[in-house]
T-cell receptor
Framework: ETGVTQSPTHLIKTRGQQVTLRCSSQSGHNTVSWYQQALGQGPQFIFQYYREEENGRGNFPPRFSGLQFPNYSSELNVNALELDDSALYLC??????????????FGPGTRLLVL | GENVEQHPSTLSVQEGDSAVIKCTYSDSASNYFPWYKQELGKGPQLIIDIRSNVGEKKDQRIAVTLNKTAKHFSLHITETQPEDSAVYFCAAQIQGAQKLVFGQGTRLTINP
């Protein structure tokens, strides 16, 4: 196990609603990245948070937003849910050193179903 | 931007045989290449990674090779066991960038 935890494990929402997903990073890690994994595909980068600031964003609309807290845990918020938002949402924690890419450790994910 | 292609999409091998999964990347600025194993209902688990200053890395039955000139890298699993059955993803990261770019995945089935 990586020590990265996510909640909830499963969630069902209806189109137009809003959802908040939570992630606790591995001890000692100050960076959290969020990914969306559609069924049968590889994870797609949503954004990354480093020391409570957004530190890079993928090709996702502004209705995907996030937060990172002083303890480095993080939230992913999605507004105005669409059917295509149905996916596994993964968070990964890491601790970059001197700009060098460091290993990202993934949590178990939150399975979101939008009806 | 970076693009990662992974082949094959499915792979079935007999227990004890070797399995090879191949990936190519597009951006020569990529310098970090992890491999993840994802079991049903779980998040991706890192199994091995390699940086661009190394050509090969081995950890017990798992090895990864990197050819920077050709921009491809491969995962080799020897003496396969039933518990190796899972979906495997390769990924690439550009130096200074935040995101991992993943391949499409390979579903590996080990037949007893």
């Amino acid at each position: 196990e990586t020590g990265v935890t996510q909640s909830p494990t499963h969630l069902i929402k209806t189109r137009g609603q809003q959802v908040t997903l939570r992630c606790s990073s591995q001890s000692g890690h100050n960076t959290v990245s969020w990914y969306q994994q559609a069924l049968g595909q590889g994870p797609q980068f949503i954004f990354q948070y480093y020391r409570e600031e957004e530190n890079g964003r993928g090709n996702f609309p502004p209705r995907f937003s996030g937060l990172q807290f002083p303890n480095y845990s993080s939230e992913l918020n999605v507004n105005a849910l669409e059917l295509d938002d149905s996916a596994l949402y993964l968070c990964a924690s890491s601790h970059p050193v001197g700009g060098r890419a460091e290993t990202q450790y993934f949590g178990p994910g939150t399975r979101l179903l939008v009806l | 931007g970076e693009n990662v292609e992974q082949h094959p999409s499915t792979l079935s091998v007999q227990e004890g045989d070797s399995a090879v999964i191949k990936c190519t990347y597009s951006d020569s600025a990529s310098n970090y290449f992890p491999w993840y194993k994802q079991e049903l209902g779980k998040g991706p688990q890192l199994i091995i990674d390699i940086r661009s200053n190394v050509g090969e890395k081995k950890d017990q039955r798992i090895a990864v090779t990197l050819n920077k000139t050709a921009k491809h890298f491969s995962l080799h699993i020897t003496e396969t066991q039933p518990e190796d059955s899972a979906v495997y993803f390769c990924a690439a990261q550009i130096q200074g960038a935040q995101k991992l770019v993943f391949g499409q995945g390979t579903r590996l089935t080990i037949n007893p």
